[in-house]
């Protein structure tokens, strides 16, 4: 039994780097991929985590399977295919760490995962199954990852759903909107971040959102604030958490939603509660920790490379009196 299954995208992040001696542009190799980042991130800090996926017969698929397994991540679920080709982000960051995306993904590996290529031992022997929207942007791996969600909630798996929106992977804001919305009564628990808040629930503020998606029959809901931290709620109550420490060295934001998800799934699995469980106290013991590891992550370079360990979370908390 696993304590979290992901499915989804596993892809290249380029991130540009500086220039060349030349004057071009570098841009530096870092694995990455919503649903992988959250696996990284929980393995990290001690859970055991495995994960489905497609990925190419090429350097950057290898790759990818060595760092998932370095990780300590189960790649039991991760095919290697040799007629497409692995996919490929390319990050800009602004000085601040923001970025801006560019996909090399017509098709990339990552959508063409098959409904028959999904392991039933792993969607139907896990605590949390986790996923995002990348993978319901094209077919197959759209009916790949709706059929893996039913079968891992007829299990009685927890059900974690992340929309992650990226604009140029979409044909349109519509479309994008409405395939994300389809999928939102699978879920138990969902994270959007402040930028997804109106697309995804068609509300303005975290407070209204949390609504929307308990009517929708969501037990918890978090909505992350960048900088200003998380507000997490369950039916009768929610936290407003700010960050720790607004004056963290930011190098890169990639990955940051995804270590603060990873984080508070990994207390979700060790408290053995359901969300519709979470009180008061547990929400805000969760979200402080989440806030924790994405404040590492932003640190570092890069998704994966930069999630934390659990003893660097718990000497960060110390530090900041918690």
């Not at 000085?95 to 792993?122: N, Y």
């Not at 402080?288 to 640190?299: D, G, K, M, T, Y």
Request: glycine share 10%; hydrophobic share 40%; proline share 4%.
């Amino acid at each position: 039994m696993f304590d979290i299954v992901a499915l989804g995208e596993l892809l290249i992040d380029f991130t540009y780097h500086g220039r060349s001696e030349n004057g071009t542009r570098l841009f530096e190799q870092n694995p990455g991929g919503a649903p992988a980042n959250v696996l990284c991130a929980a393995s990290n800090l001690g859970l055991s985590t495995a994960f489905i996926g497609k990925v190419g017969k090429d350097m950057h698929g290898d790759y990818l399977r060595r760092v998932l397994e370095e990780k300590g991540v189960d790649t039991r679920g991760l095919i290697s295919a040799g007629d497409v080709f692995t996919t490929l982000a390319f990050v800009e960051l602004s000085d601040s760490g923001e970025r801006k995306f560019s996909f090399a993904r017509k098709p990339g590996a990552d959508t063409c995962l098959l409904t028959s290529e999904v392991k039933g031992e792993l969607t139907e022997e896990c605590r949390i199954f986790h996923f995002g929207s990348l993978s319901l942007t094209d077919e197959p791996s759209r009916s790949a990852t709706i059929e893996a969600v039913i079968a891992a909630k007829k299990a009685g798996a927890i059900i974690s759903y992340d929309p992650n929106y990226r604009a140029p992977l979409w044909r349109s804001e519509n479309e994008a909107t409405e395939i994300m919305q389809s999928v939102l009564h699978f879920a138990d628990i969902v994270k959007i971040s402040d930028e997804e808040v109106e697309l995804i629930t068609g509300e303005s503020s975290p407070e209204a959102a949390a609504n929307y998606l308990f009517q929708k029959g969501i037990s918890c809901a978090v909505v992350t604030l960048g900088s200003n931290g998380a507000y997490t709620a369950v039916e009768g109550t929610s936290v407003m958490v700010p960050i720790l420490d607004p004056n963290v060295s930011v190098a890169d934001t990639t990955g940051a939603g995804d270590a603060f998800w990873g984080g508070f799934l990994y207390k979700l699995a060790v408290s053995g509660l359901r969300p519709d469980e979470l009180d008061q106290t547990q929400l805000l013991d969760f979200t402080v920790f989440a806030n924790a590891v994405a404040s590492l992550c932003v640190q570092k370079r890069g998704g994966i490379p930069a999630m934390p360990t659990i003893s660097m979370v718990k000497e960060f908390l110390a530090d900041k009196g918690e």
